[in-house]
């Protein structure tokens, strides 16, 4: 991987700065920084950075490994988040239908309101 900016293979990872940044880890995306130019951007991690910076290939899995290992952890990654938008929406949906509903008094508070008594 290499600077958009200058091109340089010298980067490193970068914290996140809002949350947007989080969004877009959702995605797959980082948020990565130059050591020359000091040009922060976001993209697609496709292999570890290594020790020195340079960009080779780091760890236990081969690149064409890697790329599968990420792309099912990408895709477990958007299924739970998907999941947790479904529950959360569905409970608003439930929140938004007890409100909207007339629920009638009970009898025993009609009893007790009633002049006759």
């Known amino acids: 991987m ?3 900016q200058c091109s340089s293979p010298d980067i490193r990872h970068s914290r ?3 949350w947007k940044d989080g969004l877009q880890r959702l995605w797959g995306r980082r948020a990565f920084r130059c050591r020359k130019c000091r040009h922060r951007f976001l993209a697609f991690r496709l292999t570890p950075l290594a020790a020195n910076g340079a960009d080779q290939p780091v760890g236990k899995f081969q690149p064409d490994q890697l ?3 990420i792309k099912k952890r990408r895709r ?3 299924v739970i988040a998907f999941a947790v ?3 959360m929406f569905s409970l608003f949906a439930f929140f938004l239908h ?3 509903v007339d629920h009638a008094p009970k009898n025993d508070a009609m009893d007790m309101n ?3 008594q």
Request: charged share 15%.
């Open 98 to 100: 007890y409100i909207s």
């Open 85 to 87: 938008f479904a529950f």
């Open 2 to 4: 290499t600077c958009p």
């Open 67 to 69: 790329s599968t290992h």
């Open 114 to 116: 009633s002049p006759n």
């Open 76 to 78: 477990f990654r958007r």
């Open 16 to 18: 996140d700065s809002s």
